[in-house]
C-alpha cells in the first residue's frame, strides 16, 4: 500500500505539471516525429535510405519511431531519479523524505512510474500509426509488442539508475550538470539508434552491465525480424531482469550512504 501511495502522490505532481504546460505535451506528443525526421533527413544527405535498408532489412522511419519511444522511456527514468532528489532539497521537502519511514529502494523505483505511463500513452499516437503504415494489421501487434517491451526495459533500467545517481551525488555532488555527461553514454550504450551487437567490442562488453541493453536489442532483432527462437528471447529478459536485481543491493547501500551524508551536513530548508 505504501507503494502505491507514493505512485499515487507522483502522479498528481507529474501530471498536475504536465498538464499545467500543455506546450510539454504536445511536445511529448511531436517529439518522436521530430526526432525520426531529423535523423532520416540527415541520413538521407550522407547516403540513400535504400542503404540502411540493405544493411538493416528495414525502413529507417519505422526503426527511428520506435527508438525515439524507447530513448523517450529509458532515458526519462535518468532524467526523473537524477532530478527529483534536486528538486526535493530545492522546495524544501527532503527532510521530511529522509526523516519518512519507507523503503527508499521502492521510493526510487515509484518515481519514474507516472511519467512512465503517460510516456506509454502518447507514444500511441506515434508509434502505432507508423507501424500501422508500413506492416498494416500485424503493425498493431508489433506496437504493443515493442512499447511493453519498451516499458518494461525503463523499470529493469531503474535500479541501475539509482546506482548512477547515488554515485554521482556521492562523489561529484549534486548537480544537473552530471547529466549532460551521462546521458549521451547511456545512448550509445543501449543501441537505441545503432544496435548495440554492431558496436565496437569493447563498446557492447561494457554495455552488458546496463539491464535496458538487452531488452532494446531484443525490440530491434523483433523488428529486425532476427530473432532465432523462443530461447533467444526468454534469454535477453532473463539477462536483463538479473541485472536489475544484481543492481539492487548497491543501489540501497548508496542509497543510504548518501542520505547519512546529507544528514551530517545539514540540508537547506
Avoid: H
Avoid at 28 to 46: A, D, E, K, N, Q
Avoid at 102 to 115: E, K
Avoid at 186 to 207: A, D, E, M, N, Q
Wanted: positive net charge; aromatic residues 14%; proline residues 6%.
Amino acid at each position: 500500500m505504501v507503494f502505491l501511495d507514493v505512485i499515487r502522490a507522483e502522479m498528481k505532481f507529474v501530471y498536475a505539471d504536465i498538464f499545467r504546460r500543455r506546450a510539454l505535451l504536445l511536445m511529448m506528443v511531436l517529439w518522436p516525429y521530430l526526432m525520426t525526421l531529423f535523423i532520416v533527413f540527415l541520413g538521407s544527405t550522407l547516403g540513400s535510405i535504400q542503404v540502411f535498408i540493405n544493411r538493416f532489412g528495414v525502413n529507417p522511419v519505422p526503426f527511428f519511431i520506435i527508438g525515439s519511444f524507447i530513448l523517450l522511456s529509458t532515458l526519462g527514468v535518468l532524467d526523473d531519479i537524477m532530478w527529483k532528489p534536486l528538486y526535493d532539497e530545492m522546495v524544501g521537502v527532503l527532510p521530511y523524505i529522509l526523516s519518512s519511514p519507507i523503503n527508499r529502494i521502492l521510493y526510487y523505483v515509484a518515481l519514474p512510474i507516472p511519467r512512465l505511463l503517460i510516456v506509454f500513452l502518447v507514444g500511441m499516437t506515434s508509434v502505432l500509426p507508423i507501424l500501422y503504415l508500413f506492416y498494416g494489421l500485424k503493425g498493431i501487434l508489433l506496437t504493443f509488442v515493442t512499447m511493453l517491451l519498451a516499458s518494461f526495459a525503463a523499470l529493469v533500467f531503474t535500479p541501475f539508475v539509482i546506482v548512477c545517481a547515488m554515485l554521482t551525488y556521492i562523489i561529484g555532488g549534486e548537480s544537473w550538470r552530471a547529466l549532460n555527461v551521462i546521458r549521451p553514454m547511456l545512448f550509445i550504450l543501449l543501441g537505441i539508434f545503432y544496435p548495440r551487437w554492431l558496436l565496437p567490442l569493447t563498446l557492447f562488453i561494457v554495455s552488458n552491465i546496463l539491464p535496458a541493453a538487452p531488452v532494446v536489442e531484443l525490440i530491434q532483432r523483433i523488428l529486425l525480424n532476427i530473432v532465432a527462437s523462443q530461447g533467444e528471447v526468454l534469454s535477453l529478459l532473463g539477462l536483463a531482469i538479473a541485472l536489475g536485481f544484481l543492481y539492487l543491493a548497491p543501489a540501497r547501500r548508496l542509497v543510504s550512504s548518501w542520505e547519512r551524508r546529507k544528514i551530517r551536513e545539514g540540508v537547506r530548508i
